[in-house]
């Protein structure tokens, strides 16, 4: 465990201003909150369905997901969580986690207990109104996934799952050159989509040859970003950032 | 303005989880709402629009769906009275969705800037619709796992569990018969699936006798099986109805 950063919640303090306009006394109030570092293996659990959440984990490095399994064991990847992001602002006011959240990679969190937020939340109402309307987004986003498993093929299907996460990646300024880290197995593609890794795997290909994405190990990019926001039938409004497009 | 017992089913609702004085009510009950009858079938919010306004279910069924460019529709929640149908509005400034009447329905309708007036005026406002707002992320989480990762059979069988379970617990039927106005169609736009596909899961849930569903009306007749079937849980509804519902056993023994 290191000790506290004084800047480890920039990213935080950044996103949430993105979503509404913070003064620089708020600011400080989120870089001033308490909070451990915490070094995380890939694979590892932040949080399990039925735990009782005392504490947001905000991720600092590496990529989480959202998941939950259905009775018979198979997995649905829900959300794929980026650097900024806190893992737990849709528990602030539950008792009872509704879904898993992991580690994608290794990376790094910033645990902040409930009650700091709670507190942080009930002195200054325009940082509540940041984090609610980041929970908000984050509820389109559910929204949209459920229209996307729902009525996608699979092509349009991963090529939207693609284009948002690249989109997202733009909006935290977490991309390279126009190349965007793509975390995520093949597997772990097929549990977010609703599909099998084998034709994942085809569509992913498929997608190469069409000279929609290009690939080098963990990298993706876009060599047309409007023909691959065509193809995955993506609208970034649900997104609801100003205009990001990579 | 409004009357009071139009909020009945909301404040049930909300004073299940946080404490609301009667100033807290009355607050919410004196803003000026706008009352509006909608018919069937017919768009309360379009997605693209500007959002001005919050909207509370006063009477009737409402949905939210989202339509694609090849013009296929999927439904992403389904609304009884007392709940918002909108909140999201409240904060974000583009709708990402549309909001349909399901039935011929009557709403309340508030700015949103007084809506948001109130809950940094009244904290246990607040928080009431921060829940809401939490809790309808949930349910669109748990409909991903449903169209993701379940069967048709299962698909259906959860979404009638959840219906009839939040119907329950918003006083409006005590099963194992509820006032069931989907359609078929609507159906098939809320679990992926043909419209086909659908009446035939519906046919096979009825021969195995688990439910009977007719123009208007679902009978559930064996709950236990139905949620076995449904691979339905209640956890994703956090409560907000586990304490009041008991739908278990078989609907003739009652």
């Known amino acids: ?246 | 303005m409004t009357d009071a017992s139009s909020f009945g089913p909301l404040f049930r609702r909300w004073n299940r989880r946080i404490s609301l004085t009667n100033e807290d009510q009355s607050a919410v009950i004196n803003l000026p709402w706008l009352r509006k009858q909608f018919q069937r079938d017919a768009y309360l919010a379009r997605e693209g629009e500007p959002t001005g306004v919050c909207t509370v279910l006063i009477q009737g069924f409402a949905f939210r769906q989202k339509i694609l460019s090849d013009g296929s529709r999927q439904i992403i929640s389904f609304h009884i009275p007392g709940e918002f149908l909108d909140l999201q509005n409240c904060l974000l400034e583009v709708a990402d969705h549309n909001v349909q009447a399901m039935t011929r329905s009557l709403v309340a309708i508030v700015p949103k800037d007084i809506l948001l007036q109130l809950m940094g005026a009244r904290p246990a406002v607040r928080k009431a619709i921060w829940l809401d707002s939490l809790l309808d992320a949930s349910v669109f989480r748990e409909w991903v796992v449903n169209v993701g990762r379940r069967d048709a059979r299962q698909r259906i069988a959860h979404l009638l569990c959840e219906l009839a379970l939040r119907m329950k617990a918003a006083g409006l039927g005590d099963g194992p018969m509820f006032d069931f106005p989907l359609t078929q169609e609507q159906i098939a736009d809320a679990t992926g699936l043909t419209a086909v596909h659908t009446n035939r899961t519906l046919q096979a849930l009825r021969k195995s006798g688990l439910i009977n569903l007719t123009a208007s009306k679902l009978t559930i007749l064996d709950w236990d099986a139905l949620a076995e079937e449904g691979d339905f849980g209640e956890r994703y509804l956090h409560h907000s109805v586990q304490a009041v519902c008991s739908l278990s056993g078989r609907a003739s023994e009652g």
């Not at chain 1, 790094?108 to 940082?127: G, K």
């Not at chain 1, 229209?147 to 390279?176: M, P």
């Open chain 1, 1 to 246: 465990m290191d000790a506290p950063h004084e800047t480890a919640l920039q990213l935080l303090a950044r996103k949430l201003n993105s979503h509404h306009r913070l003064s620089e006394v708020h600011q400080r109030a989120i870089l001033a909150l308490p909070h451990k570092i915490r070094r995380l293996e890939a694979h590892s659990y932040i949080l399990r369905e039925g735990d009782r959440p005392d504490r947001c984990a905000v991720l600092l490095q590496g990529y989480a997901v959202r998941h939950k399994s259905t009775g018979d064991g198979s997995r649905q990847i829900l959300a794929i969580n980026i650097p900024g992001e806190a893992l737990d602002f849709q528990n602030l006011f539950l008792e009872e986690a509704d879904h898993n959240v992991q580690m994608l990679s290794r990376g790094v969190v910033a645990d902040v207990s409930r009650e700091a937020i709670e507190a942080l939340i009930a002195t200054h109402s325009e940082i509540g109104r940041a984090i609610l309307i980041t929970t908000l987004i984050e509820a389109s986003i559910f929204r949209e996934w459920v229209v996307n498993v729902g009525q996608r093929d699979s092509r349009t299907r991963i090529a939207h799952l693609l284009c948002e996460f690249a989109y997202r990646l733009n909006a935290q300024e977490l991309n390279t050159d126009g190349a965007y880290e793509l975390p995520i197995t093949q597997e772990q593609l097929a549990d977010a989509t609703g599909l099998t890794s084998v034709h994942v795997n085809r569509v992913l290909q498929a997608l190469q040859r069409d000279g929609l994405i290009e690939r080098d190990r963990r990298m993706i990019r876009f060599p047309s970003w409007e023909r691959m926001q065509d193809v995955a039938d993506f609208n970034p409004r649900y997104l609801h950032t100003a205009d990001l497009a990579p």
